[in-house]
């Protein structure tokens, strides 16, 4: 299984501003997913990013607020654009396949 | 028709006892089951998971029962320590044309009494 891990682990943000959080992966993946999980709750899949193509967003999600990078085969970003309080949650990048996903340990964004 | 329904929300089980999730699932082009675990402040893993061709499958402590007919699957944790106190997550995952789906179950809250 690939080692996976984040930047920042956690960030406090003021409303308005954006954050940038990055994942970065032990070896070559072709498909890295973003997920939201809000305390308590189950995961949600944002979008997923395929090197050298648009990431594709599932139904809520938009890439005006959740612009997403994925340069290489090792790394990817996720943007948090123009945050609220509603966009406080635990934001969670994998790699895998349809049927297992290896999981970074996490950002967990507070916004004020 | 894309929902797992995860239950229950919450379970307390004495130390050495049987731990048991249930989840079910509406729509039928799901063709794999994984299980994860999550420990606080940690990203979820993959704990075990299941075919629907299979009815059964375990590994060592943890069992998955699958019933393709009711399409409901659950997981069984035998001699349960409290280690094994987490969250779990059931989910049901698809190929699809150009990118894959997993759909997670809303969790469990875990804990085993000492």
Partial sequence: SAVISQKPSRDICQRGTSLTIQCQVDSQVTMMFWYRQQPGQSLTLIATANQGSEATYESGFVIDKFPISRPNLTFSTLTVSNMSPEDSSIYLCSVGDWREQYFGPGTRLTVT | ?114
């Fill in chain 2, 1 to 114: 028709q894309q929902q797992v329904k995860q239950s229950p929300q919450s379970l307390i089980v004495q130390k050495g006892g049987i731990s048991i999730i249930n989840c079910a699932y509406e729509n039928t082009a799901f063709d794999y089951f994984p299980w994860y675990q999550q420990f606080p402040g940690k990203g979820p893993a993959l704990l075990i998971a299941i075919r629907p061709d299979v009815s059964e499958k375990k590994e060592g402590r943890f069992t998955i029962s699958f019933n393709k007919s009711a399409k409901q699957f659950s997981l069984h944790i035998m001699d349960s320590q409290p280690g094994d106190s987490a969250t779990y997550f059931c989910a049901a995952s698809m190929k699809r044309n150009r990118d894959d789906k997993i759909i997670f179950g809303k969790g469990t809250r875990l804990h085993i009494l000492p």
